[in-house]
């Protein structure tokens, strides 16, 4: 998973390296109020070259349509440039706030504290096989678990079982079958390995077809 995270990183560098930046000022929020009017004085703004543009310096004080096929010379002298995404290890580094450096805009390498490195870690284990196996277990034992109950429920709504039987067979299954939620198959079978199966025929049918399916399940599976 570190090395996919890797990938995106330079996926996101190179797919990002075409982006414009631009310091906003007091003309260029009073000439396009709509693109800067909002914004801070002073704070850089990421953006695409825009289509329709009130430039500083090609036809000052008119629009100009088309803005974004002019020469980047023009986009220049109005203050739009590149902006640069360094690489770096999400591992251990992280990008700080962008800034104008002589030619371009760009963002400083900064490095993760101790705890930002643990959360990155855990955010890699979280989505890692181990992490996808464990929860692609938990989706199929929320299923089994219900298709249990729901069993019982059958048995009782088709007069195969009573009220009392199916409350107590319920009541006898649950906290062995709950692990199910959490994936933890392994663990119900061992539960229901040590569970003294009911003596009444009709129950036991109930609890052998739920025993066989999770032992059925952990041989498939595990």
């Given at each position: 998973?570190?090395?996919i ?7 996101f560098?190179?797919f990002v ?6 310091t906003?000022t007091e ?8 693109i800067f009017g909002s914004?801070i004085?002073g ?11 009130f430039s500083?310096?090609y036809?000052?004080g008119?629009?100009?349509d088309?803005y974004r ?7 220049e ?8 995404f360094?690489?770096f290890?999400p591992a251990?580094?992280?990008?700080g706030?962008i800034f104008?450096n002589t030619t371009n805009?760009t ?13 990155f870690?855990?955010?890699v ?5 181990s ?5 692609n277990?938990?989706?199929?034992g929320?299923i089994a678990?219900d298709r249990?109950?729901?069993?019982i429920?059958?048995r009782l ?9 199916a409350?107590?067979l ?6 062995e079958?709950e692990?199910?939620?959490?994936g933890?198959?392994?663990?119900v079978?061992?539960n229901?390995?040590t569970?003294?199966?009911?003596v009444n025929?009709d129950?036991?049918?109930i609890?052998?077809?739920i025993?066989?399916a999770?032992?059925?399940y952990v041989?498939?599976?595990f």
């Open positions: 998973m570190k090395k995270l890797l990938l995106f990183v330079l996926f560098t190179l390296s075409g982006q414009k930046a631009i906003v003309e260029l929020k009073q000439s396009n109020k709509q914004l004085e704070s850089i703004r990421q953006i695409a070259i825009p289509n329709s543009f500083l310096t036809n000052p008119q629009r100009t088309g096929t002019l020469a980047n010379s023009i986009h002298s109005d203050g739009f440039f590149d902006v640069v360094p690489g290890d251990t580094q992280k990008l706030s104008f805009f963002f400083p390498v900064v490095a993760l504290t101790a705890q930002e490195q643990t959360d870690q855990q955010q284990d979280d989505n890692d096989s992490s996808a196996f464990i929860q277990h938990k989706v199929n929320v678990f249990a109950m729901s069993l429920q059958r709504d088709n007069a195969i079982i009573t009220g009392p039987q409350l107590g319920a009541q006898g299954l649950y906290p079958l692990p199910l939620y959490k933890a198959w392994r663990l079978k061992d229901l390995a569970v003294t199966p009911p025929v129950l036991l049918a609890f052998n077809l025993k066989d999770v032992d059925q041989a498939d599976n």
